[in-house]
Nanobody, 112 residues
Framework: QVQLVESGGGLVQPGGSLRLSCAVSGSIFSIYAVTWYRQAPGSQRRLVATISSNGVTVYADSVKGRFTISRDNAKKTVYLQMNSLKPEDTAVYYC??????WGQGTQVTVSS
């Protein structure tokens, strides 16, 4: 059974940093891409960053240069390092495995 658990969200001031983690149970982690999405109130869920099984990364234009996605296959964990956070980054952040499995989400609030 595959389960994804996000952690690391919270309240941070503009310009601050957070690191989100997505821990994955199950044996399929290393062969699939993992993607971070976010959903702000009243908005659609949107792709933030994705990392392939061999480490190729893609970012939304809105986070390029500020966010970094990485993965540790031994720990079955994907990270999203978020720097220079802006109020518009406020959302629930979800991780997704293989375009099929979702975590429960973690809230990120950027506010002074």
């Amino acid at each position: 059974q595959v389960q994804l658990v996000e952690s690391g969200g919270g309240l941070v001031q503009p310009g601050g940093s957070l690191r989100l983690s997505c821990a994955v149970s199950g044996s399929i982690f290393s062969i699939y891409a993992v993607t971070w999405y976010r959903q702000a109130p009243g908005s659609q869920r949107r792709l933030v960053a994705t990392i392939s099984s061999n480490g190729v990364t893609v970012y939304a234009d809105s986070v390029k240069g500020r966010f970094t996605i990485s993965r540790d296959n031994a720990k079955k964990t994907v990270y999203l390092q978020m720097n220079s956070l802006k109020p518009e980054d406020t959302a629930v952040y979800y991780c997704n495995l293989a375009e099929n499995y979702w975590g429960q989400g973690t809230q990120v609030t950027v506010s002074s």
